[in-house]
């Protein structure tokens, strides 16, 4: 810090302090993509996932084949395009995350949050999920595939791997409990007694998962201890997670280049290696050929609502999310539709490469490809594993196959824990700086929340926690965001958004089909779910009492917070005193609620307010600062028989150069000098008979900035 002569002190305005104020405000920004691809490859790996290639295909060979296709493509057209459009227009206009874009009619906040309490809930399973598949990948890297045999000692009389009994059925014996038995000297009744015990085999790729991974105890109350092997599984995807989302969208939206590109390419080998399968003709004949009679049944189409819906990830909050972090001025129109489009062919490309191997399998067990055909967890850690253990290098396509699940699951893991981070900064905006920290503090959570699914009744809670949490409740908060965006802040709104942004108008028929049709078919989806919803059971047996009430907490929780943030936003606003300058009565108020606050503006506008706060908030501390360093280079001056002594440090004096002070002032009995260094500058003030600080103006020195 240097002085000079002459002149007045003045505000710091050099090259430093300039740069200083920049990093303050790149400090408060949000971020945005670094570009419309990874915007795009984001939402359409979060809309991606397993249910891709382990729930689309069983439902739709089950809902009539081909014929499926047609109401897949209507519910596509009026609910899955309109809604997902719906959350990317509100999410890129206002730049607001799953909660705080509910400012724009804030008796609806505890919506956001509810949809993040789902979220979060979906994580937890979601990530044992992965975890198994991660287990499952290790296992790959071995000379003898650990699910193609029936030689473990956990394996039951009833294990049957198609590998070893072949050499006993080409001589006409019956294979039982790792044993040929030769049926031309066997008395009648021990025969007749093998044959029926023939009848209920499980596949060693079955007995593997349910007693080789899981260990599985005889019920949820019975844990018998953390399974280490899946806790650690467990962790290394949540470490995997947490490296992509290091960053927030800086770190993951580089990611997707990756995770969202390569599974395609695996499910194009996939499919190339299983149509050369003989009999891969069978399961795709089976899985196209249409049951025109099913168009009919209403379960169909309930089936193909919930597919469309689940399968976009509509009101989980990641949407809105990722959508906030989009330039202003992007075409969400063209991203929407793509996204949208792309996720539908890629349920039914899957299904082809599911298809394929099945009917290979069918025709190598001389069965029908309905009794081979299954889905979830059982087509992805059963089903598949026995069909690629019979292709030559097994170990390479089961490695594949498995990398790719962890893949498609992982991207949509990232969305579900970046839309928790992204609210929390929102909301305490002091933390974005640290988000870093904020992205381990959710990991570590959700790690330790998942940690009941690694005992040996794991998957007992994972199953629960799948099949509560994210049902028809999910359901309703669409139904709420659709009605609230277009019937209480206005479809016209919404369309005359899109046009600001993307600079074209939006036909008229999507104010019809948010404001009536597709609020009409969500309500008729959850009716639906209603109707035939059943209590879950384990082997036909339902679980404990206390199990089935849990459950039930988890589904109503998120509309309970609902329900309270709306009472609570009332009451706050009521007991607030009405900053309005016309008074307003009780009702006016409360219909306040429901339009949007001080809060709800363009992402644009939003942004320069908190650049031009956050410079403010630099330029205030500066001042402060430099008040400071002005109290510091003299620390006191007091009077002593007449004569006034200034003390001066040197360190906080000379700062950034070399340059010092010499203060003469007006003592009561005298004059007093404080000087320091060998350039004498002077400084004429007057000192107070009390010994109080001097007090000075008119200095004859300036600092020189």
Sequence with gaps: MKFRKKGKFEPETTAAATGDAETSVKKSDRGQWGNQAEFILSCLGYAMGLGNVWKFPYTCFSNGGGAYLIPYVIVLT????????LELIMGQYSGKGAVQVWCLAPFFKGVGMG????????????????AYCLYYFAMCFQK????????????????F????????HDVEGIWYNNTCYNTTTLEPERTEELKNLTQNLVASSQEYFVRGVLEQSDGIDQPNGIKMELALCLLGMWILCFFCILKGIES?????YFTTTFPYVVLTILLIRGALLDGSLIGIKFYLTPDWKRLGDAKVWGDAAGQIFFALSVGAGGLLTYSSYSPFYSNIYRTALFVAIANACTDWYAGFVVFSALGYMAKAQNTAVKDVATSGSGLAFVVYPQVLATLPVPQLWSAMFFFMLILLGLDSL????????????????LLRPYKTLVALGWCILFYLLGLPMCTRAGFYWLDLVS????GWTLVIIGIIEVVVFAWVYGAKKVMAHVKEMTGNRLYPHWWFVWTFITPLFLLAVLIFNLVYFKPLLWNKVEPPTWATALGWCMTLAPLAIIIIVGIYVTIRTYMKPDPSPVKRNCGQRFAQLFKPNSDWMPAYEAKELEEKVARAAYRSKSEQDETQSQDDAISTITRVNGKIDGEYDEDKARQNGNASVRLEAKGENGHAVAGYGDNHYQHN????STGNPVSYENSAYEKDL
Aim: hydrophobic fraction near 40%.
């Design 144 to 159: 003898n595939l650990p699910w193609d045999t029936c030689q473990h000692s956990y394996n039951t009389p009833a294990c």
């Design 414 to 429: 990232n969305a579900g824990v970046e839309a928790l981070i992204t609210s929390t900064v929102d909301k305490w905006t």
């Design 467 to 470: 099949y509560y949490s994210s």
């Design 115 to 130: 949809s993040l309490l789902i979220s979060g809930m979906i994580n937890i399973f979601y990530t044992m999920l992965l």
């Design 161 to 168: 791997n198609q590998r070893e009994a072949k050499p006993c």
């Design 685 to 688: 003030g007057i000192a107070s």
């Design 78 to 85: 009026f609910i899955g395009i309109p809604t997902f459009f």
């Design 252 to 256: 993951s939206g580089k990611i997707v």
